[in-house]
C-alpha cells in the first residue's frame, strides 16, 4: 500500500510567500493530497461495501427458520452456523481506529477551526472529553480482537 504524503504550510520569512511543503514521515502534517486521500477512501468505500454483502448474508443466516435449516444439505448447515455467529474483528477494529481518528481530530482542529465562528468560545469545545471517547474505542476493540483471538 502505497504511502500517504503530509504536508504543513509554510512562510518564507524573507518574502512572506506562503507555500505547502512534505514534512517528514516520523512528523504529522496538517494536509495531504487529495489524491492520497481520494485513493484512501475510494479503498476505505470498497472495504465497506464489501463488508455490507457480508454483513447481509450474516443477517440472512440469522434468522434462517429450523424448518428451513433442517431441510439444508449438512455441509449447507455447517456453512449456516459459521455465518450466523461469525465475528469480524478486523473490521470492528478498522472502524473503532477511523472513529477515533475522527474524534481526536475533531478535538485537535474543531476550537481552531470553528471556535467562535460557531458563536462558542472554544473552551466550550470537550476536547478532554472526545480524546477518552477515542481511547474507549481503541481500548474496546483491543479488548474484542483479545477475545476472539482466545476463543
Not at 481530530?105 to 460557531?118: F, H, N, R, S, V
Not at 458563536?119 to 480482537?145: C, D, F, H
Request: proline share 4%; charged share 30%; glycine share 4%.
Amino acid at each position: 500500500m502505497r504511502e500517504v504524503t503530509r504536508y504543513d504550510l509554510n512562510e518564507d520569512v524573507a518574502t512572506g510567500e506562503l507555500f505547502i511543503s512534505p514534512v517528514p514521515k516520523s512528523m504529522e502534517g496538517g494536509y495531504v493530497s487529495y489524491e492520497d486521500y481520494a485513493a484512501l477512501q475510494q479503498k476505505l468505500d470498497a472495504v465497506l461495501a464489501e463488508m455490507l454483502v457480508v454483513e447481509a448474508i450474516h443477517d440472512e443466516c440469522v434468522f434462517v427458520t429450523d424448518e428451513d435449516y433442517e431441510a439444508c444439505p449438512k455441509n449447507v448447515k455447517k456453512i449456516i452456523r459459521s455465518l450466523a455467529v461469525m465475528q469480524i474483528p478486523a473490521t470492528d477494529a478498522l472502524l473503532n481506529a477511523v472513529r477515533a481518528e475522527a474524534i481526536e481530530q475533531a478535538a485537535e482542529k474543531a476550537p481552531w477551526l470553528y471556535g467562535d465562528q460557531m458563536g462558542r468560545s472554544v473552551e466550550a469545545i470537550p476536547k478532554e472529553q472526545l480524546i477518552k471517547w477515542a481511547s474507549r474505542l481503541r481500548a474496546a476493540t483491543l479488548r474484542n480482537i483479545e477475545e476472539k483471538s482466545r476463543g
